[in-house]
């Protein structure tokens, strides 16, 4: 281990030695631990690191320039919807999906890492609940959806297949999320098929370029973004994993979205028909300044220009059709081919660009007293999981319906959008949705049944309360058989059990 005058040589060197300043009042086991962080982070990568996160920090903040002029909607040609084909095509990219993954061809893999800053909580997001009838939390909600994918696969092609789930997680949510996945009994998947891996963390940076200490004994971190994927990818040896799996086909998503489709056999069918090595799932976008990336072409290349880097012109720029001209909404759903991300993490890794946040981070200040700042006082530098899409040499994007697979979970309930209370009024007016489709009738709570046309309540709510647990039901499929012509009380939950119960005899 390097002693501590190695670790302050090399720190002056780097113009970082102020990180050891507290160094003589700790006690042997913090001191210890501030070294090794220290020495871990390597003084040239971390003089390096403030450098350009000084550097970045100083251009002006918000909208990239000069892009208006770089920037085309993708071509058509590029896109598929899953809205706007017909049934027959839908089918059959359903059934080569299915196919996929009824070979043990497709993985799942979760961008976990996050903090959940906005949501104001100190728990992986994953581990949330909107307060849904059943109180299932996101995980549980992804875990239902992997088991239903697998049976409904195996129902079509008569296999026994796996759909493997890889989770990166960060120091922040690695511990908690073990602990909370073991204290559920993995939800009943096999432990060896889920495979938990840590994403790197990155110092956070004064804007004049020094290493913050957010304790006497210890360097600020943060995770590096979600495209931190790439390197973790290479640190964990999670590509040979799914090598010695058979994986070729892996589907990327963000923790937060309720309505999120677990290696959607719609969505994998038509990326591996198209040949595509990199895919993304979009939305149309609900109006022009909603927080999420678009999915476009800069100088050419398919391209995701993230919200807070386009400019609220370019944003409300509307078409020929009178809607928003980038109007293809990203909702962190990507589909990549092993091969993709085996030259991704080889070869292009170290170009991913780094994009600035300004963020509070709480600081120890020259007393060693802690501060936790009202405004933006450090620079913390991310990757973006898109930005390879650049790379991509054969890209395609697909439409899906917002109501039926978008709704993220970013805010807490103080906000308008995108916070528990929407993302539960969601995930619930769609199961209402369903059950009307297969047939049942709803009783409000005086026992009078609902009209058909009951549309939802003023506030959002569906007019009765009906939850659908995915382990009955992965996207509305095969609900006939419990639901046609019942007349049901709201609140109904129709888990396995009642399924069970619900069940003609005959099936
Ligand atoms: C770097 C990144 O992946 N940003 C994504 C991601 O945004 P966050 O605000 O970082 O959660 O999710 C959005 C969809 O919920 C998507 O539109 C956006 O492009």
């Known amino acids: 281990m390097d002693s501590e005058r190695d670790v ?76 706007h084909c017909d049934q027959e095509t839908r089918l059959r990219w359903e059934e080569e999906g299915f196919r996929q993954i009824s070979l043990n061809k497709v993985a799942v893999l979760l961008l976990a890492g996050g903090q959940g800053t906005r949501l104001g909580v100190t728990y992986p997001k994953g581990m949330y609940q909107v307060g849904l009838p059943s109180q299932k939390t996101l995980y549980q909600l992804q875990a239902e959806r992997i088991r239903r994918v697998q049976q409904l696969a195996d129902q079509r092609q008569g296999t026994h297949c796996t759909v493997p789930w890889y989770i990166m997680t960060s120091e922040f949510t690695l511990g908690p999320t073990i602990k909370f996945f073991k204290e559920h009994d993995f939800f009943h998947l096999d432990p060896t098929n889920v495979v938990l891996f840590e994403q790197r963390m990155l110092p956070a940076v ?46 990327v998503y963000c923790v937060d979205n309720i309505l999120v489709r677990l290696a959607d056999p719609v969505f994998i069918g038509f990326c591996v028909l198209q040949g595509a090595d990199c895919g993304a799932k979009v939305v149309e976008k609900a109006y022009p300044e909603e927080p999420v990336g678009v999915v476009c072409q800069v100088d050419g290349v398919p391209q995701v220009v993230e919200y807070s880097e386009i400019s609220p012109e370019i944003a409300g720029q509307l078409g020929a059709d009178g809607g928003l001209l980038y109007n293809a909404g990203n909702i962190c759903n990507h589909f990549f081919t092993r091969g993709f991300l085996d030259v991704v993490t080889r070869e292009f890794e170290p170009l991913l660009r780094l994009h600035v946040a300004m963020k509070k981070v709480p600081y120890v200040d020259e007393e060693g007293n802690l501060v936790k700042p009202l405004r933006p ?19 395609v994007a697909f439409e899906v319906c917002r109501e039926e697979e978008f709704s993220p979970l970013k805010n807490d309930d103080t906000a308008d959008r995108d916070n528990p209370s929407t993302c539960r009024r969601a995930l619930l007016a769609q199961h209402y949705r369903w059950a009307l489709q297969a047939g049942a009738h709803f009783l409000d709570v005086h026992g009078v049944q609902l009209t058909e046309q009951s549309g939802l309540l003023p506030n959002g709510d569906p007019p009765a309360i009906c939850e659908i647990s995915p382990l009955v ?31 003609p005899q005959d099936c």
Do not use: W
């Open 8 to 83: 302050r040589a090399q720190l002056q060197r780097a113009g970082q030695d102020h990180l050891l300043r507290f160094c003589a009042d700790l006690a042997p086991e913090a001191r210890a631990a501030l070294l090794a962080e220290l020495a871990s982070l390597e003084a040239d990568a971390l003089r390096e690191h403030c450098q350009r996160a000084a550097a970045a920090g100083a251009l002006a903040p918000g909208p990239l320039p000069d892009l208006a002029a770089r920037l085309q909607p993708l071509p058509p040609e590029r896109v598929g919807s899953a809205i």
């Open 206 to 251: 004064t804007f004049e370029g020094k290493a913050i200490l957010e304790r006497k004994d210890k360097v600020a971190m943060a995770p590096d973004g979600n495209g931190g994927l790439y390197c973790a990818l290479a640190d964990h040896q999670i590509l040979e994993d799914m090598k010695q799996r058979g994986v070729e086909f892996v589907h």
């Open 377 to 395: 006082n450090g620079i913390k530098m991310e990757k973006f999981v898109f930005d390879v899409f650049q790379f991509a040499k054969n890209f």
């Open 473 to 503: 039901s992965y996207s509305g499929e095969g609900l006939e058989m419990y639901l046609q012509g019942r007349q049901l009380q709201s609140p109904f939950i129709l888990d396995e059990d009642q399924a069970r119960l619900l069940r």
